[in-house]
Structure formats: structure tokens, C-alpha cells
């Protein structure tokens, strides 16, 4: 069997890339974690891999603390097979904006900066650029070179799974001389746009890769890449007539599990109208509504074309995530055939072990999702906890919520906010502090001729309800590090009457991160709806219009497709 290291500094989801290298073939993944290990195996490694997410400056000081910084370069010197993953092919730049003073393996003297929230591409619309840039994205310029070697099975055609806030951008003068003097020096740049902006998505030279998309959360487009570096294939023929780039990713179609153990104590996918998960007719009369089993549910919407799936456990206020092993198996098992991102949510929170009696922070509760298989946890009730305590505290950041702990660690882009909100009408608006939305249409009036309304936060499954409004909790949790929200309407959920674009449009006009547009779709034309409405939202998801069976993801895609819009599609599931 071959051998593949991977350096692993323990910060993230390595356990999708160990995965996708066994799915691929025949091999065996050894973790190399300090400089001990790497002089021990140093003999033997034909093909490193080197992944990274979260921080720049996180990764690089791990990389210090485990004296992995000079092993790494010099093995890259020597010549020999090397594949970077996103954090990884940015530490082998000099310096990043996102941790001033730190400095990479500056393998190339480039400087990463952030994306631009007022890109031109978006402004003129009136819109902000959503910063991290998630989402998928072709690869539509690859540089040629003297030199044999391509970009290891990468095609101009197919889309790649990016989430980063910083990159290489093509606009600086020391990256564009390092491409014109590509030809000459043996350096291979693919290049990806977003917004106005160009940025490095793949390098190669000689045995050396990197790429800033995660080959192994871009489905079979993805394999295909980490099939060709561990096969040597870096030759192959790749098509590299690329169209213009639009600069926009693809149209995102999540598929969403609200998962809960039911009164056999079976954990199944339920679905329930306005957050009741209990059948009100037949036979099974206040039963959990059970809709199948939650892995083999998400294989099937990944092999639909879903682009990501999130996992919700919507009991685990309750029960605790550090005694709750089925849903960490649940994961484990997604994670093995799955290769699209995973997000999981439910419990996250500090919390005492409810054996040890210790408290556990929040970041720990993360890490267990993370080492299972999870790229993103999703933060319900705490986040509105934690949205409060910010006001109280006159916004003062204190650097211990777990918003700020997770997103230090992991990154930003693995900490999403779920929001459950119900609209509440207010006569005037003098009669609150939250930022109101003017009512137009006089038949939406409140039932006492309420001109105004927002929404009222929710937590522990809609049960509880706050004085804070769903605006107001994503810009706090949006300036503590959150880098994604799944906004969820309890007034549209379960209901298939479409999303609340009223709703969507009040937050995404606000914030800058990506929102993703939850509750209430039940058929294609709504997902069409959500993304003309011209705010920046560019990810949806959908949750009982595909466990009834109704639509399929494709189905979705198809219609997005017929209207004009971009979304990924994978045809030829093979590898
Ligand atoms: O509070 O951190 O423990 O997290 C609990 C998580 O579980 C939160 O994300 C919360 O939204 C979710 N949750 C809790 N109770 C319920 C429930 O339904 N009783 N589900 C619940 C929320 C919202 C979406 C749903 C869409 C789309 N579900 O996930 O899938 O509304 O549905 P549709 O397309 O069928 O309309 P914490």
C-alpha cells in the first residue's frame, strides 16, 4: 500500500482530505506532526501533503512550534512532491495583511491581501462583495510554461470549492512580474477571479503544488486533482481554453438535515411546519416526523449535485454534544463519501462534561464536530447569548465568546450563525431600539394596522424568545468573526411558500459576509426568486421539498441553469 503524509498541525478537517486519498485508491495516510516525525519518515515520503485552514498567522506559529518551517522548505528545495491546501499554499507566501508580522516560508515574495467588500463588480449594484469568498469557482487561466508539467488534471471547465478571505492578487507588481516571468522560470499560476479581482488559485513548479481551493471538498472535480498528484499525472492534458471569467461564484444549493433521535430512540432526519416536528395526523399521530436515516440522506443530495450539506442537531440543547457519539459518527460516516463541505450544528456552546462535571469551552465542543468531519459549525442559541452580552458590553469585544475563539482557531469561514427569527410588528418605531422594516403593501399590515415590523430572535429551537432582533444579532456576530449566517425564518419555515425575501434582503444589505437563505422553499422557482432579488445572496438552502422527494437538487439546478444563472453541475461522476 502507498504511503501519503500529510502535516498535520491539528487545526481543522484533515479527516475529508485522509478520505478523499483512500476513496482515490489504494493508499495510507501517516500524519506527520512535528519536526521528530518528519526526520523519522523523512526517508520514506514520496508525496506530502500540506493542508492548512483557519489563520495565516495560527497556521505559521503551529508550523514554529512543531520546528516544521525549515523541514518543509527544505524538502520543497530538494525537489520533491509537494501538494499545499489553502492555509498551506498561503504560508508558502512571504507575508499575509490578515496577521501583520508574520512572516511564511516566502518560497514566493508576495504579499496576501484581503478582498475588497466594496469591489466595483458589486457597488455599482448598491451591494457589498461578501467577504470570505465561499463558494465554487472556475480556475480560467492557466499560465503556460517551458516546462512539461501542468496543473495536475485541473480543467478550465470545472468548478473548485473556495473559502479564504485573503489571497494573492494579481494586481500587485511583484505577482504580476513573477507571471510574465513565468515562461522563463519554470512557475505555473492558475488564476481565479471574484468580483473585480484576480487572485492566484493554483501554483506549480517542478514537483511543487498548491492550490487555494479545497481539492477535497470539490467533489469529483476535486479527486480528480489529488487522483493526478498522487498518480504523477501532472502532464495530463488539461483544456485550457477558458471562457471570460464572470468573477461571481456559482449559485450555491445547500441541502439541509434537521436531524434528532426519535421516540425509539433512533436518530433520523425530521422536518417539522413553523419548528413542530411532531405528526399531527394518521397513525402516527405526535410522533417525530422521521424522513430517513441522515447519512444515506446526504449522499444522496451529494450525489444529486448538492454543494454542501448541513447537519443540524436540533435537540442538542438538551443533550450534550460531548455524550451525543451517534451524530460525531454521523459525520465520521458522511465525511467517508461525501466530498462537499459539511457544516454540523447543534450544542455548541461552553458546557460542563456531563460525566467529568468540567466545563468544556465551546472550542473543544468545535473541535470534536472538526475531527470528525465537519469544515463548518454552526452556532444557534449561544450566538444569541453572545450577541447580548455584546450589547450589553457596549460592543467591547472580550476574545473569549466562542465566535472569537473558534474563528482564531479555525478561521473565520468555519463559524456560521443560525438564526431563527419570527417577525414581530411594532406600531412605531418609536416603540423599539431594533432597526425596523417600513411595511409598502397595506394588506401585510400587523393585525392592528402595524406599519413596521422586524424579527425577533429565537433560541433553543424557537422555544425561547429575546429582545434582540435577527439584524442586530448578525452584524454583532458578524464583527466578532462570524463569517457566514444560514438565516432561518420560523413564519416561512416548512410552509413551501418561498423564502422571506423581506428578511433576507434586511440583513444582507447590511453585512458583509455570506447569508445563506433558509425556511420556506418548496420548489425551484424560489431559489430563482432569492437569487434575482439582487441583494448578494448566493446560497440557498432547502430542507423538505427534497426529503419529501418532490425535487431533487438537480432538479434545482436544471431550473437555475434554464434562467440564465450559474451553478455548478457534475455530469461524469467517475474519477
Ligand atoms: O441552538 O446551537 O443548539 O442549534 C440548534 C439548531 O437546530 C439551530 O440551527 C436551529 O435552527 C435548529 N433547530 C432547532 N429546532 C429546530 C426545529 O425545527 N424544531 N430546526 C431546528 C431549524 C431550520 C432549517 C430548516 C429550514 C428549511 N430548522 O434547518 O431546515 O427552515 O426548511 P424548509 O426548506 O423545509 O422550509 P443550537
Not at 514554529?64 to 508558502?92: A, F, H, T, W
Not at 492550490?211 to 472535480?221: D, I, L, N, R
Not at 504523477?232 to 483544456?239: M, P, V, W, Y
Request: glycine residues 8%; proline residues 3%.
Amino acid at each position: 500500500m502507498t504511503k501519503v503524509h500529510i502535516i498535520d498541525v491539528e487545526s481543522g478537517n484533515l479527516r475529508s482530505l485522509n478520505n478523499s486519498i483512500e476513496y482515490i485508491g489504494d493508499y495510507e495516510v501517516v500524519y506527520i506532526r512535528n519536526r521528530d516525525d518528519f526526520s523519522t519518515l523523512d526517508k520514506e515520503i514520496t508525496h506530502l501533503i500540506f493542508p492548512g485552514v483557519g489563520n495565516f498567522g495560527h497556521f505559521v506559529r503551529e508550523l514554529i512550534k512543531r520546528d516544521l518551517m525549515e523541514p518543509v522548505k527544505r524538502y520543497v528545495n530538494e525537489g520533491r512532491k509537494l501538494m499545499g491546501i489553502c492555509v498551506g499554499l498561503q504560508s508558502l507566501f512571504s507575508e499575509s495583511e490578515e496577521s501583520e508580522g508574520i512572516c511564511g516560508m516566502s518560497l514566493l515574495d508576495v504579499k496576501l491581501t484581503k478582498f475588497d467588500t466594496s469591489d466595483p463588480t458589486f457597488k455599482t449594484r448598491g451591494l457589498l462583495k461578501s467577504v470570505p469568498h465561499i463558494g465554487w469557482n472556475t480556475v480560467h487561466s492557466l499560465t503556460p510554461s517551458k516546462s512539461d508539467r501542468c496543473l495536475y488534471g485541473m480543467n478550465t471547465q470545472d468548478k473548485y470549492y473556495f473559502v479564504h478571505s485573503y489571497a494573492a492578487k494579481v494586481d500587485t507588481p511583484r505577482i504580476q512580474n513573477l507571471i510574465s516571468k513565468a515562461e522563463d522560470s519554470g512557475w505555473r499560476f492558475g488564476l481565479s477571479k471574484y468580483g473585480s479581482e484576480t487572485f492566484v488559485a493554483a501554483i506549480s513548479k517542478g514537483s511543487f503544488f498548491a492550490t487555494q481551493f479545497h481539492p477535497e471538498k470539490s467533489g469529483v472535480a476535486g479527486l480528480r486533482v489529488i487522483k493526478a498528484f498522487l498518480e504523477d499525472s501532472a502532464d495530463e492534458i488539461i483544456n485550457t481554453t477558458s471562457s471570460t471569467p464572470s468573477g461571481l461564484p456559482s449559485r450555491r444549493i445547500i441541502a439541509c438535515l434537521d436531524v434528532r433521535t426519535n421516540d425509539q430512540g433512533d436518530l433520523v432526519v425530521t422536518k417539522g411546519d413553523q419548528y413542530d416536528v411532531r405528526e399531527k395526523s394518521g397513525s402516527s399521530d405526535g410522533s417525530v416526523r422521521n424522513l430517513g436515516k441522515p447519512v444515506e440522506l446526504a449522499l444522496k443530495y451529494y450525489e444529486q449535485g448538492a454543494d454542501e450539506i448541513t447537519f443540524l442537531n436540533i435537540t442538542s440543547f438538551r443533550d450534550s454534544p460531548l455524550t451525543d457519539l451517534p451524530m460525531l459518527e454521523v459525520l465520521r460516516q458522511a465525511a467517508k463519501n461525501i466530498f462537499v463541505p459539511l457544516t454540523v450544528g447543534g450544542g455548541i456552546k461552553d458546557m460542563k462534561d456531563p460525566v467529568s462535571q468540567e466545563m468544556v469551552p465551546a472550542l473543544k465542543v468545535a473541535e470534536l464536530y472538526f475531527a470528525s468531519g465537519a469544515d463548518k459549525v454552526s452556532l444557534g442559541s449561544e450566538a444569541v447569548t453572545i450577541a447580548e452580552q455584546y450589547y450589553q458590553a457596549d460592543k467591547i469585544k472580550s476574545g473569549s465568546t466562542a465566535i472569537e475563539q473558534i474563528s482564531h482557531c479555525f478561521g473565520n469561514q468555519a463559524v456560521v450563525i443560525s438564526i431563527d427569527p419570527k417577525r414581530k410588528f411594532v406600531g412605531s418605531l418609536t416603540e423599539t431600539s431594533m432597526q425596523c422594516i417600513e411595511i409598502s403593501d397595506p394588506s401585510k399590515f400587523g393585525p392592528n394596522g402595524e406599519k413596521y415590523c422586524y424579527y425577533q430572535v429565537t433560541s433553543q429551537g424557537g422555544r425561547k424568545l429575546h429582545e434582540i432582533g435577527a439584524l442586530e444579532v448578525c452584524l454583532a456576530c458578524e464583527d466578532l468573526g462570524a463569517g457566514e449566517i444560514l438565516l432561518n425564518s420560523i413564519d416561512h419555515d416548512g410552509s413551501n411558500k418561498g423564502f422571506n425575501l423581506e428578511l433576507l434582503r434586511q440583513v444582507k444589505e447590511n453585512v458583509s459576509i455570506p447569508v445563506i437563505a433558509s425556511s420556506g422553499a418548496g420548489c425551484p422557482s424560489h431559489f430563482a426568486e432569492v437569487f434575482e432579488m439582487d441583494c448578494g445572496i448566493d446560497a440557498a438552502l432547502g430542507a423538505g421539498m427534497f426529503h419529501r422527494g418532490d425535487y431533487k437538487v438537480a432538479d434545482v439546478k436544471k431550473y437555475l441553469l434554464s434562467q440564465g444563472m450559474d451553478v455548478r453541475s457534475e455530469m461524469d461522476m467517475s474519477i
